[in-house]
């Protein structure tokens, strides 16, 4: 039999007693609570449809999708649960611990959810075992009430390894590590079936592509938040400040943050991944916020602006600024359906790549700096220029770099673009007055039939429009 294992026994608690006398009276006097499933409306028809796609690419395969279980931060303590991302997408569930089992039928597949079953009032393990005990995680919805409101059959976890044993044939694992897997020798994931899974979230039905607009409305919101906070910023609290005040606001009617916020001022703007988020912010500063919401149905935005913090772009900034914005105006120039996911990037590039040589940055001529033995633009651009989006900030992540790059968009594709220039302050061949400027644009995007709709176009992007932004709510 299979369980979620009590938390170790803390030693600096005493014991409780195990008298017939004591049990009795912590059975005792309980109302029931509102243990109602809580799911988005449309998850569980959504991950219906997604269920039927991906059982037409293994018609004759049991598949078998864990959601994990939370890793451990330090010692004893846990950092919060997020479910793998394939594991939601043919769910809609959140649980910690659960597994979802196809097995072929003659006209598709039978799927049943495997879920650790709380324990409540009469039962030792409500208030014993901190894990699956009602009087430690509060009122948890039992398997039928998950039936229910995910439209799918739900069983004990603690059924999985003897159900496992009984199929026929190969089943194939994708998801999460889980200990049930690995006692009912399943230990390995299936390659063929990850890629697969990666492929069908490549292009986002209507459902999806609403959660992804939640997502960025939230994001978007709370890149204003963050701008009317630069006053307190730079008063002391420094890039801290900020970051919390859009993690609070991530928090606010949605699940969290969908990555690692970065958030660097000044010379750590240039830093692509600043996640420490530790230091000053100061007026002639210029800001880059990478940040977005995950929605409860794990959704996420991916959303970058660079700001200048007292308001007015300096001329060095302003420089930089406008390059990326020239680049990013030439990514999206050539995104339409037809067009291939390599073309935006490589059109980015480019600019970048003229811009810095018209600037004398670059050694050598233009054709050298292009030519892909050259690419010496790409010091000052490390990083690529944008990537799917969904259920993960980057998404579709198993699918074949073939087909990720040289398959022409679609309607329903969701994707970022993102150029950025990122001079480092210790960057010897660069101008003293550019060293130390970081500068990303980045947006999302959805291809739809007649080209692309910008999802978070409601952030301004000319400088004009910035500076007017940050003055409006920050004076």
Same mark, same amino acid.
């Given at each position: 039999?299979?369980? !979620?294992?009590?938390?170790?026994?803390?030693?600096?608690?005493?014991? !409780?007693?195990?008298?017939?006398?004591?049990?009795?009276?912590?059975?005792?006097?309980?109302?029931?609570?509102?243990?109602?499933?809580?799911?988005?409306?449309?998850?569980?028809?959504?991950?219906?449809?997604?269920?039927?796609?991906? /059982?037409?690419?293994?018609?004759?395969?049991?598949?078998?999708?864990?959601?994990?279980?939370?890793?451990?931060?330090?010692?004893?303590?846990?950092?919060?649960?997020?479910?793998?991302?394939?594991?939601?997408?043919?769910?809609?569930?959140?649980?910690?611990?659960?597994?979802?089992?196809?097995?072929?039928?003659?006209?598709?597949?039978?799927?049943?959810? +495997?879920?650790?079953?709380?324990?409540?009032?009469?039962?030792?393990?409500?208030?014993?075992?901190?894990?699956?005990?009602?009087?430690?995680?509060?009122?948890?919805?039992?398997?039928?009430?998950?039936?229910?409101?995910?439209?799918?059959?739900?069983?004990?976890?603690?059924?999985?390894?003897?159900?496992?044993?009984?199929?026929?044939?190969?089943?194939?694992?994708?998801?999460?590590?889980?200990?049930? %897997?690995?006692?009912?020798?399943?230990?390995?994931?299936?390659?063929?079936?990850?890629?697969? !899974?990666?492929?069908?979230?490549?292009?986002?039905?209507?459902?999806?592509?609403?959660?992804?607009?939640?997502?960025? #409305?939230?994001?978007?919101?709370?890149?204003?938040?963050?701008?009317?906070?630069?006053?307190?910023?730079?008063?002391?609290?420094?890039?801290?400040?900020?970051?919390?005040?859009?993690?609070?606001?991530?928090?606010?009617?949605?699940?969290?943050?969908?990555?690692?916020?970065?958030?660097?001022?000044?010379?750590?703007?240039?830093?692509?991944?600043?996640?420490?988020?530790?230091?000053?912010?100061?007026?002639?500063?210029?800001?880059?916020? #990478?940040?977005?919401?995950?929605?409860?149905?794990?959704?996420?935005?991916?959303?970058?602006?660079?700001?200048?913090? /007292?308001?007015?772009?300096?001329?060095?900034?302003?420089?930089?600024?406008?390059?990326? %914005?020239?680049?990013?105006?030439?990514?999206?120039?050539?995104?339409?359906?037809?067009? %291939?996911? /390599?073309?935006?990037?490589?059109?980015?590039?480019?600019?970048?790549?003229?811009?810095?040589?018209?600037?004398?940055?670059?050694?050598?001529?233009?054709?050298?700096?292009? @030519?892909?033995?050259?690419? +010496?633009?790409?010091?000052?651009?490390?990083?690529?220029?944008?990537?799917?989006?969904? %259920?993960?900030?980057?998404?579709?992540?198993?699918? @074949?770099?073939?087909?990720?790059?040289?398959?022409?968009?679609?309607?329903?594709?969701?994707?970022?673009?993102?150029?950025?220039?990122?001079?480092?302050?210790?960057?010897?061949?660069?101008?003293?007055?550019?060293?130390?400027?970081?500068?990303?644009?980045?947006?999302?995007?959805?291809?739809?039939?007649?080209?692309?709709?910008?999802?978070?176009?409601?952030?301004?992007?000319?400088?004009?429009?910035?500076?007017?932004?940050?003055?409006?709510?920050?004076?």
């Amino acid at each position: 039999m299979t369980t !979620l294992s009590p938390a170790p026994r803390d030693p600096r608690m005493p014991r !409780l007693p195990t008298s017939e006398t004591f049990r009795e009276f912590m059975a005792s006097g309980w109302a029931e609570p509102d243990r109602t499933a809580r799911v988005t409306p449309g998850a569980a028809e959504a991950a219906v449809s997604h269920r039927a796609r991906l /059982s037409e690419r293994f018609p004759s395969d049991t598949l078998v999708i864990a959601s994990g279980r939370s890793a451990v931060r330090s010692n004893d303590t846990e950092f919060g649960f997020r479910p793998h991302s394939d594991f939601a997408w043919l769910t809609g569930c959140v649980a910690e611990a659960a597994v979802v089992v196809m097995r072929p039928t003659a006209s598709g597949h039978d799927a049943v959810l +495997y879920l650790t079953e709380p324990a409540y009032a009469g039962e030792e393990a409500f208030y014993a075992d901190a894990l699956r005990g009602e009087l430690w995680v509060g009122a948890a919805p039992g398997l039928d009430d998950w039936a229910t409101a995910l439209q799918i059959e739900v069983r004990s976890l603690a059924e999985l390894p003897d159900d496992l044993r009984a199929v026929d044939g190969v089943a194939l694992r994708a998801g999460a590590v889980e200990p049930a %897997l690995v006692e009912s020798g399943i230990d390995a994931s299936s390659p063929a079936l990850e890629r697969v !899974l990666s492929d069908l979230k490549l292009v986002k039905d209507e459902w999806e592509i609403g959660q992804l607009r939640a997502a960025v #409305d939230a994001t978007v919101e709370g890149f204003a938040a963050v701008v009317a906070e630069l006053p307190t910023a730079i008063s002391g609290r420094g890039e801290r400040w900020l970051q919390a005040t859009f993690e609070r606001h991530s928090r606010q009617g949605a699940n969290g943050v969908g990555y690692t916020t970065v958030m660097g001022s000044g010379a750590n703007a240039a830093t692509l991944h600043w996640s420490r988020c530790d230091g000053p912010v100061s007026a002639d500063h210029l800001v880059l916020l #990478d940040a977005g919401v995950e929605v409860d149905t794990l959704y996420t935005a991916d959303v970058t602006r660079v700001f200048p913090a /007292s308001g007015t772009f300096s001329p060095a900034q302003r420089r930089v600024y406008e390059l990326v %914005l020239e680049a990013r105006a030439a990514a999206l120039s050539v995104l339409r359906p037809g067009a %291939l996911f /390599s073309d935006f990037q490589e059109a980015a590039h480019d600019v970048i790549a003229r811009g810095l040589h018209s600037w004398g940055i670059l050694p050598g001529t233009l054709e050298e700096a292009l @030519s892909p033995e050259g690419q +010496y633009h790409r010091r000052y651009a490390i990083c690529g220029n944008g990537h799917h989006l969904g %259920l993960d900030v980057h998404d579709c992540a198993k699918t @074949s770099e073939e087909l990720y790059l040289r398959t022409p968009l679609v309607a329903g594709m969701v994707l970022t673009v993102e150029p950025g220039i990122y001079f480092h302050a210790n960057d010897l061949t660069l101008p003293e007055e550019l060293r130390g400027i970081g500068a990303r644009i980045e947006d999302d995007l959805l291809i739809t039939e007649s080209g692309y709709e910008n999802l978070s176009g409601a952030l301004p992007v000319e400088v004009d429009d910035v500076e007017a932004w940050v003055r409006s709510l920050t004076q």
